[in-house]
């Protein structure tokens, strides 16, 4: 598993280039099983919290419904911790997510929210048409960074300039 620092400025160029090339190329079903395949290889056994890049650099996104529950799981005051949380098309947001703790280990891990559940969503279906989340979670998540490697030698992609 590659570090994200090693993801640079020029790896997410060619990232976005072997988007347009899916695009072009690739049939929705066959990409969709693709994805799920790589999904399940890595993080079969990967443990997330020696990484957090999510909850560090994207954080947490919540609506009403998680925020109470979360909320009447944990024993929290809503009001305070509304507080540390910022509205957003009627999500709640944090980032990085105040969840977190400096051991890497996250305070609400028996109540998390879809967001947190889901993502980097690399098993969900219809990745043809999610393509620019991909490649922008390339630059976060080691895991879809892999997948879109594995994924060029597949499709014998090669970067043009
Ligand atoms: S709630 Fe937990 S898993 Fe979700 S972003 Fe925060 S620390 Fe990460
Ligand atoms: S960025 Fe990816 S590998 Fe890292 S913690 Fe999040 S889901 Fe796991």
Redesign the pocket.
């Given at each position: 598993m590659i570090e994200v620092k090693e993801i640079n400025e020029k790896k997410l160029d060619e990232n976005y280039q072997f988007r347009i090339y899916l695009k072009n190329k690739a049939d929705e079903k066959t990409l969709d099983k693709q994805f799920k395949e790589l999904h399940n290889k890595y993080f079969k056994n990967l443990d997330c919290s020696k990484c957090?890049n999510?909850?560090k650099i994207l954080?947490?996104s919540m609506n009403e419904y998680e925020l109470n529950e979360i909320c009447k799981y944990y024993k929290l005051n809503k009001e305070k911790l509304k507080k540390e949380l910022k509205e957003s098309y009627g999500e709640y947001v944090a980032s990085p997510?105040p969840?977190?703790n400096k051991d890497n280990s996250?305070q609400?891990?028996e109540c998390?929210?879809a967001s947190?559940k889901e993502y980097p969503y690399t098993n969900q279906d219809e990745r043809l048409f999610s393509l620019l989340t991909t490649v922008q979670n390339s630059g976060i998540c080691p895991v879809v960074y892999n997948i879109l490697e594995d994924l060029k030698k597949m499709y014998s992609f090669k970067k043009k300039f």
């Open positions: 957090r999510c909850c954080g947490i997510c969840f977190l996250c609400i891990n998390l929210p947190c």
